[in-house]
């Protein structure tokens, strides 16, 4: 969450190249309350966290290999550990949520990871969507409930340009691939859907909610675009490479616990097979901020306030 209404910044991965950007310091990571210090900025994100509980998967047959933490967890340490020790008065909460900027997202990416790289189908993945969808607006909802006004959300990135995903579902028809980018379409369309419903809900929510201001952020076209033209952004190796997973024609092999990191990690996208490197992270963050792959367009021609915060709840 940001307390800087209609100038604004990113969580996560993207925290650090937007508080560049603003000339606001880093937000700290929450992690259950271990990091309550000050109250003008926190980051509940968690690695692999999901958009709905782990009990979700598992009435599925979905094995999940550690406990996760779910959006729901995070909203509950916002409303229960954060806000009640910062801002106990009713006109400090109310002055809080509503300079501030809420960052819901990205998330909804790995329930989608252990459902399609433990085989399900996409028929069965695609029928939980509206689920995941539904556990974003509904933190949503809960969020304007506590006050909040401005809420950025993400949607889901290009999983069919994801090294994890080339490598898994590799095939010989060139049908399957898209000829400019090399990524699986029928992947891409999956996160398209996805991020269709998203939109669509916050369409709805916003209609119902008139004064709060609820922006969508293009994760997925900011990252095609330099995946169409890699050399054009500085990645040397292309789109579709990862910097430290192993051989083949991704450089990624998920056998390996463990493997050297590449030399020049700018020059890559991919990390580690289902994440960004932080070049590429930067260059997603750029056009969120600077240029126009958020609806509606961010304005960021602000200067840096210590009066200003931020609260994110995401994936990583």
Known sequence: MFRRPPHYRLHCSYSGYAAEYLGLPLVPPFYGGKNLSGGSSVNFAAASANALPDSFFVSKGIKIPNANISLSDQ?????????????????????????????????????????????????????FVPQVVGAITSAIHELIKHG????????????????????????????????????INWLNEFATHHNNLLKSELNRIQKENPTTKIIYADYYNATMRFLRSPLEYGFSKGGLATCCGGCGPYDIDPLLRGNQVC??????????????????????????IKESYTIPRINCSCASSSKYGLVGLSDQ
């Not at 990205?106 to 189908?121: F, P, R, V």
């Not at 990390?271 to 260059?283: M, N, P, Q, S």
């Open 263 to 288: 030399e020049n990690p700018s020059e890559y996208v991919g990390w580690d097979g289902l994440h960004l490197t932080e070049a590429a992270y930067r260059v997603v963050a750029t056009g969120l």
């Open 148 to 183: 909040a006004v401005t809420l950025i959300v993400p949607g889901n990135f290009p999983i069919g340009c994801l090294a994890a995903y080339l490598t898994l579902f590799k095939s010989s028809n060139q049908n399957d691939y898209d000829p400019k980018t090399g990524c």
């Open 75 to 127: 909203l509950s340490w916002f409303k229960e550990l954060f806000l009640p020790k910062f801002y106990r008065k009713p006109s400090e909460l109310k002055r809080f949520m509503e300079e501030s900027l809420v960052i819901v997202g990205e998330i909804g990416g790995n329930d989608y990871n252990h459902a399609l790289l433990q085989g399900e189908s996409m028929e069965s993945v695609k029928n």
